[in-house]
């Protein structure tokens, strides 16, 4: 896939910012880089971990710039081998003509994750703990912060090799009565060994339930605003997010469409759909249309905010807007139903939804607060072993299956058919380790990480 012998160079941080970072790592990457890097003594007898002020100059001796410079030791590196960072002002022709240098001088261009790879090859970290260092450079919100972080600092991986160790010393005391050709060892205890096995069962499948929790924290919140015309779905829409996202006005009908907007509650991603106002009686095809996507935006959401003006009466259209909700929301949708624009304070409500004010700002973190405390509740206490990958889930669903095959035949005692299913879900759960992981399968997960990294 990569060939780890290379001495490789790659830029490790973005366009935008002041300063750049260029990494080297390999066999020859001090004499590569005494080449380039003034005065060379830094590399002669590297330091581990040392910080140097170094010129970075070209064949002619020219000064390109001034860089801190960190020499690292195999193995005592990100990647297990030598390895030099420079630090330099992120100018691009700098970054640009400084990586040529490299290149010039026998290195080679990294290619996607070929850093993070040579860790993972070099036993710096498992292929989980790879996959969570992508997850982290991805993170856009708290809790997705959060779970990337306990993946890199190796949570999932005990989990999974806990799990692997009661599968071993299974797994041996069967195979010690393949082996056991004069019969001298006692059978199994059927009751305990059924009992191991359904605990392993247990424990594999509370960790894949978790996968369809962590959609709410991959893919976010989808909340939808609904009401009747000039119900305030978009006024509150953007006081929520802090800008004009949605064109406001006192004509009723403004929102003809719907529109998304991405903001963060309590840390977790929430995609808002602002949609159409819908009207009980309209044949204008651009509403229906409207009320049509309105439809198919409460039938995707998690959560439904129904928005119901406090200075009107109830009207035909709050009442159909409440329909399209109740006839059209999933069941496991939280439906809140809210009064906007409650600065009208001399209006007595009829209902007891919760007030709130786009334009003061009454009860808008309290709205939001209900709003992550529902989903925080669905997520609650599995942070170190939410699984977030469908890499991770269908490995784990493969040593469940197999587990459960055996329980379905555990009585026949055929100890050869036994040791089968334990090697298979074994072999499962060292997939997410990398320990059996196939070659064209690390390609695409390191092929997903950013060059550099």
Do not use: W
Not at 320 to 332: C, G, H, Q, T, Y
Not at 413 to 421: L, P, R, T, V
């Amino acid at each position: 896939m990569y060939n780890p012998n290379d001495t490789i160079v790659s830029i490790a941080t973005g366009p935008k910012g002041a300063i750049g970072i260029i990494r080297i790592s390999g066999k020859d990457s001090f004499s590569i880089s005494k080449k380039i890097l003034k005065p060379e003594k830094a590399f002669l007898e590297p330091k581990p971990n040392a910080s140097y002020l170094l010129k970075i100059t070209d064949e002619n001796n020219n000064l390109i710039d001034r860089a801190m410079v960190i020499t690292y030791l195999a193995p005592k590196s990100y990647t297990g081998e030598d390895m030099v960072e420079i630090f330099c002002h992120n100018s691009p022709y700098i970054i640009k003509k400084s990586v040529e240098l490299f290149i010039k001088n026998g290195a080679r261009q990294a290619r996607e994750g070929e850093f993070s790879f040579r860790a993972f090859i070099n036993g710096k970290m498992d292929l989980s703990q790879a996959e969570g260092i992508n997850e982290l450079l991805k993170a856009e919100t708290e809790k997705q912060h959060k779970i990337a972080i306990n993946q890199v600092n190796g949570n999932l991986s005990k989990k999974i090799n806990l799990i692997k160790e009661e599968l071993i010393e299974t797994l041996s005391e069967v195979e010690v009565r393949i082996d056991d050709s004069y019969e001298e060892i006692d059978d199994i205890s059927i009751s305990d060994f059924e009992k191991r096995l359904k605990n392993l069962s247990n424990i594999i499948k509370k960790m894949t339930d978790t996968y369809s929790k962590s959609e709410f924290i991959k893919n976010g919140i989808k909340i939808a605003l609904v009401g009747a015309p000039n119900s305030g779905k978009s006024s509150l829409l953007n006081r929520i997010l802090g800008y004009e996202r949605s064109i406001t006005s006192d004509i009723p009908g403004t929102t003809r469409d719907t529109i998304e907007a991405v903001c963060e509650i309590g840390g977790i991603k929430a995609v808002f759909t602002d949609t159409a106002g819908i009207r009980a009686k309209t044949n204008d095809p651009i509403e229906l249309e409207g009320m049509e996507r309105t439809k198919n935006a409460v039938k995707n959401s998690d959560v439904i905010i129904y928005l119901k003006d406090i200075s009107q009466n109830q009207s035909e259209d709050d009442k159909m807007a409440l329909e399209i909700i109740e006839n059209n929301a999933k069941d496991s949708a939280f439906i809140l139903k809210v009064y906007s624009k409650s600065d009208l304070s001399h209006i007595k409500p009829k209902y007891n939804y919760l007030k709130v004010s786009a334009k003061t700002g009454e009860n808008i973190d309290k709205l939001l607060s209900l709003i992550s405390d529902k989903e925080e509740k669905v997520i609650d206490g599995f942070y170190d072993e939410i699984i977030t990958s469908y890499r991770h889930y269908q490995c784990l669903s493969n040593a469940l299956n197999e587990i459960n095959s055996l329980l379905k035949i555990i009585n026949e005692k055929n100890y050869e058919i036994i040791s089968e299913h334990l090697r298979q879900a074994l072999n499962a759960l060292e997939d997410i380790t990398g320990k059996t992981t196939p070659e064209d399968v690390l390609s695409k997960i390191f092929k997903n990480f950013c060059i550099g990294k």
